[in-house]
């Protein structure tokens, strides 16, 4: 492969956030009557920046033919990943001013500037004679206030249909709701006509005719082409197919997936090069892969390029992470071929732009020579102005949340409090966001089991999905604060949200369950935990998974320092059932060196403390347990506070302690 890169026209780039209310929805699955798709994506004014940059060239020989094989065409790549239901701009959501003009915000991303984008890049490469694909690696649903559409009109599906996306895969949060959940969101796309190509190549239903109906519904979609194992489509002269893969890391994070099964990605990888170069004949072959790759160019999808020749392009997605230059990855087959990633961060923060220039092989079916002629991973920000049409659907969507909220005494827009600064969600450190998150587990758990409240809370970084920014105005919507804790369903009432537990661990337990943070070279962030009642240390110049070196319980009268050599003495833990249902990789990920048991108040018996006997009642006064999501008890918790605004708005105030850092998480 022949290999060249340049820099192309960049925009100016900024940053991120998130929150929702009491009971809200159970899923239900939708019809109603088919609408066309919404027009738009395509118009509104093209984006500003100028093109330039400095070329940056590697040569490398692909197996089959060569740059005399046939004739280059010119093609352009479009990518996203991780949108996560992000169709307005952040943060915070009130000063994000898609149509007014431009540079007078600071948020970023925005379903009607990511039109404009767009639609800039297809006219540009139009007027130069060259095709262009659009591609999306995953995550498109979970993470805003407009997930609790998605059985009655999905957005994010709508969006991706109207701004003309040719294919994407699925993402380990398309399976939040489990596959029950995703069958009645593809189910309701369907009836609205706005499915777009999903290809998934490593998944496999239940074939035990016994093995309940957990996925029956979804694989009758797939059956009906909801979900197809490879796509073929042809872009100017060239036959380029499609596959798409979920990763181990995104498989482990999401064991509500089952009965759903998922071959790891090599091997279905290969088989799939095999049959779209040998069957289909393809001229080129691209991967949307959930799988991840992060800043410095490893990951699974750096592995899976190592592992399986014949590749050309990965479009990669889950880690959030963002490639300002393509990654080239040499195949195990003695350097003869490679394979480009790239990804594009999340939320629709930035839009990729991968101009090749494609010699199709000698032979059909062989390995094209590709040359990168340019790659722009253009941020989405406020230099760009939005597309009128698509922001129109947006708010319409807006009034929809506001509709499918009624009952609950909020808004997507209601002003929540205000915050005198950011709350920040660094990686693999203490987050002020985390801290206030943490408090509120503790806090309103502790006020529904007062007789024996819990005095520790953990979150994991992975469940945090944004900050909380002050913005020009300070006031947080509702919408603001949904999106710091925006996924999960109760596997009980199937209502959006991760239900609270508590359970109980030792001293010995905690640290285990900690270490996995102190390890960043071995571990990703979503295992980070962030605490409250509790106060860690971690000696960063030990061993990965023995960096705990300091451990103290914060009570009333000081801080205790806890024995992790005590067994038989326990500590009231609250966490979600998410959490709780993860301590189980303590000990994969450690290859048993490390474990951690839920226990019962005996601290003896282990329990599941996923179970719905393990809840909080968000109601005990009422029969049978109402889950208390975690979103419920952040809005409990941010509203308990005063209202301390000179003079009073009425709208209350998150304290500045919140700000900075507590010195709950420290390292040496």
Avoid at 95 to 108: I, K, M, S
Avoid at 361 to 379: C, E, F, K, N, R
Avoid at 455 to 479: M, N, Q, S, Y
Avoid at 515 to 538: C, I, M, R, T
């Amino acid at each position: 492969m022949s290999f060249t890169v340049s820099n192309g026209c960049r925009y100016l780039g900024r940053a991120r956030v998130a929150w929702a209310a009491a009971g809200l929805l159970a899923l239900t699955s939708a019809c109603g009557k088919t609408k066309p798709p919404m027009d738009g994506g395509g118009g509104g004014a093209g984006s500003d920046g100028a093109a330039g940059g400095t070329d940056v060239a590697a040569d490398v020989t692909t197996a089959d033919g060569g740059p005399d094989a046939g004739t280059p065409q010119k093609i352009v790549i479009l990518h996203t990943n991780d949108i996560h239901s992000h169709l307005v701009g952040f943060a915070p959501e009130a000063d994000y001013t898609p149509l007014v003009t431009t540079d007078t915000d600071g948020t970023t991303g925005g379903m009607a500037r990511l039109a404009t984008a767009i639609g800039a890049a297809k006219v540009e490469a139009a007027a130069a004679g060259k095709p262009v694909m659009l591609l999306d690696a995953g995550d498109f649903m979970m993470g805003t206030l407009f997930e609790l559409l998605a059985t009655a009109d999905p957005p994010e599906l709508k969006f991706l249909k109207a701004l003309g996306y040719d294919a994407t895969t699925i993402g380990n949060h398309e399976l939040d709701w489990a596959p029950q959940g995703l069958a009645a969101i593809l189910g309701a796309a369907k009836a609205k006509g706005n499915l777009i190509p999903i290809v998934s190549s490593n998944l496999h239903f239940d074939e035990d005719p016994d093995g309940g109906a957990g996925d029956d519904q979804l694989e009758a979609l797939a059956t009906g082409g909801a979900i197809q194992s490879k796509l073929i489509k042809t872009f100017g002269q060239l036959k380029v197919g499609f596959f798409g893969l979920l990763g181990a890391d995104a498989v482990t994070v999401t064991p509500q997936s089952k009965p759903l099964t998922f071959d790891p990605i090599a091997t279905a990888a290969r088989k799939m090069v095999t049959e779209l170069r040998e069957t289909d004949k393809v001229d080129l072959v691209i991967a949307l892969s959930h799988s991840g790759i992060d800043a410095t160019g490893k990951g699974e999808d750096a592995d899976l390029a190592a592992a399986v020749p014949g590749i050309d392009i990965i479009i990669s997605g889950h880690t959030h992470d963002k490639l300002t230059q393509p990654k080239i990855v040499h195949a195990g087959d003695g350097g003869t071929t490679s394979t480009i990633i790239v990804t594009a961060g999340a939320y629709g923060q930035y839009l990729g732009k991968l101009e090749l220039s494609v010699t199709p092989a000698a032979t059909p079916g062989g390995i094209a020579t590709v040359t990168v002629d340019q790659y722009t991973l253009m941020p989405i920000d406020d230099t760009i102005m939005g597309d009128a049409t698509t922001q129109a659907g947006v708010d319409q969507y807006i009034a929809g949340v506001d509709t499918a909220l009624t009952g609950s005494g909020l808004t997507y827009k209601a002003p929540i409090a205000e915050t005198p600064g950011d709350l920040a969600l660094p990686a693999f450190a203490e987050a002020p966001v985390g801290d206030l998150v943490t408090d509120a587990y503790r806090a309103i758990a502790g006020a529904l089991q007062p007789t024996a409240p819990p005095v520790i809370a953990v979150e994991a970084d992975g469940t945090l999905r944004a900050p909380i920014i002050k913005g020009k105005t300070g006031v947080v919507w509702f919408a603001d604060l949904f999106r710091v804790l925006p996924i999960g369903i109760g596997p009980v009432d199937q209502k959006p949200g991760f239900p609270l537990v508590t359970f109980y661990l030792n001293a010995k337990d905690i640290k285990s369950g900690l270490e996995l943070g102190g390890a960043p070279e071995l571990v990703n962030d979503q295992y980070f935990l962030q605490v409250s009642g509790l106060k860690v240390e971690y000696d960063m110049a030990k061993p990965p998974f023995g960096r705990v070196s300091s451990l103290k319980l914060v009570t009333a009268t000081g801080d205790q320092a806890l024995d992790v050599t005590n067994t038989t003495t326990c500590y009231k833990i609250v966490a979600t059932n998410f959490v709780a249902g993860l301590l189980g990789v303590v000990k994969s990920f450690t290859s048993g060196a490390l474990e951690v048991v839920a226990k019962d108040a005996d601290c003896v018996t282990p329990i599941d403390p996923t179970l719905p006997q393990y809840f909080v009642d968000a109601d005990p006064t009422t029969a049978g347990t109402q889950e208390l999501k975690h979103y419920q008890a952040l809005l409990k918790y941010v509203t308990s506070f005063p209202d301390t605004s000179a003079p009073a708005n009425g709208i209350k105030d998150i304290p500045a302690t919140y700000v900075a850092t507590q010195g709950r998480i420290t390292k040496k």
